[in-house]
């Protein structure tokens, strides 16, 4: 399609030559815009000037369109229509953009953290009379999370792998730690000595999907601790959530590497034992990411990450204090 030509005005400026036409006067058209009756009358030659086209005709009663002028007059209110309508969309679509933040998350994020920061939210907003944006949620892997960002899916995303994605902005908003965890009755839960980097990367685990950030933590790990000469096992279960893998460990269906944000429950009653592994740095960050600028954009989006930053290190300091809840609640006995 090709380009408008040099000859076509602005909107502005049909909307000063409708005024003309409905009132026929000059003076009268600038009063609706504030406007000098000379400045209209500059802004109207400058349309005829840029059109080729007489529009108006000066008479003793006034102003009056020439038959040309009639039929632009036609099509500048057909087109001054349209103008309105989608300008009115436009604001509607700015408006719902304020109140609602579409966001992917991880599933650590997503099952863990997401629920008590937005109900935090909620509550924090209440106080002060005001309306918390509307958050619509997709639980998904950091692959995934990923992709719907860079696709304009969604406004924000919240990640979990070891590395930082090319072309994204991205923030830290948490931090985390994998655990090794088996079933209270696994060998592994009564050895006497730690777990080598090599023997957990020749066991099959119950293991998370390709693209879990999970995954590719713990890959990551265990190439910094062994090299990538020795691939790790195949997994003797994949699954696509946490829970699901959670279930399989204390069903018996063998080790795996979870999040302790995951396995805090278990821990502390006993339902899953966590083996050390020394050799292993299993620590990582939790990221939000956008597309744009160094800061999201202003209004819903920017203000959810601006929370859900301030609330990350009270969310750590609550989870410990639940863990040594649940330790001091069960006072060491164990479910079996």
């Not at 040309?68 to 036609?74: M, R, T």
């Not at 989006?301 to 290190?313: A, F, G, H, K, Q």
Request: with cysteine; net charge positive.
């Amino acid at each position: 399609m090709a380009p408008l030509s040099t000859h076509m005005p602005q909107l502005g400026a049909f909307e000063v030559f409708l005024a003309i036409a409905r009132t026929g006067s000059l003076g009268a058209a600038g009063r609706e815009f504030g406007l000098t009756q000379q400045a209209v009358s500059a802004r109207l030659a400058s349309i005829e000037v840029q059109t080729g086209v007489t529009l108006v005709v000066r008479t003793p009663r006034g102003s009056q369109l020439t038959p040309a002028g009639i039929v632009v007059a036609e099509w500048a209110d057909r087109l001054l229509d349209v103008a309105r309508y989608v300008d009115a969309g436009l604001a509607t679509l700015r408006s719902e953009k304020r109140k609602r933040v579409k966001v992917a998350a991880s599933l650590t994020v997503a099952e863990q953290l997401m629920p008590r920061w937005l109900v935090s939210l909620q509550v924090s907003t209440s106080r002060f009379g005001a309306t918390a944006p509307e958050v619509i949620m997709t639980a998904t892997n950091s692959d995934q999370a990923i992709a719907a960002v860079r696709g304009g899916a969604v406004d924000l995303g919240f990640i979990e792998t070891p590395y930082v994605p090319t072309g994204l902005r991205s923030r830290v908003v948490g931090r985390d730690e994998l655990v090794v965890v088996v079933p209270a009755g696994h060998k592994w839960a009564r050895r006497q000595r730690s777990l080598t980097a090599a023997e957990l990367s020749k066991t099959p685990l119950v293991s998370r999907e390709t693209g879990s950030g999970t995954r590719d933590s713990l890959a990551a790990a265990l190439s910094r601790a062994l090299g990538d000469a020795e691939p790790q096992a195949p997994p003797v279960l994949e699954l696509s959530s946490a829970a699901a893998v959670r279930a399989a460990v204390v069903a018996g269906a063998g080790p795996a590497v979870m999040s302790r944000l995951a396995v805090a429950d278990d821990l502390a009653i006993g339902r899953m034992h966590e083996v050390a592994v020394p050799e292993l740095d299993l620590r990582r960050q939790l990221r939000a990411i956008w597309v744009g600028g160094r800061l999201p954009p202003a209004g819903a989006v920017r203000d959810l990450l601006s929370y859900i930053t301030s609330r990350c290190e009270a969310d750590r300091a609550d989870v410990q204090r639940r863990y040594d809840a649940l330790v001091a609640t069960f006072d060491g006995r164990k479910v079996r």
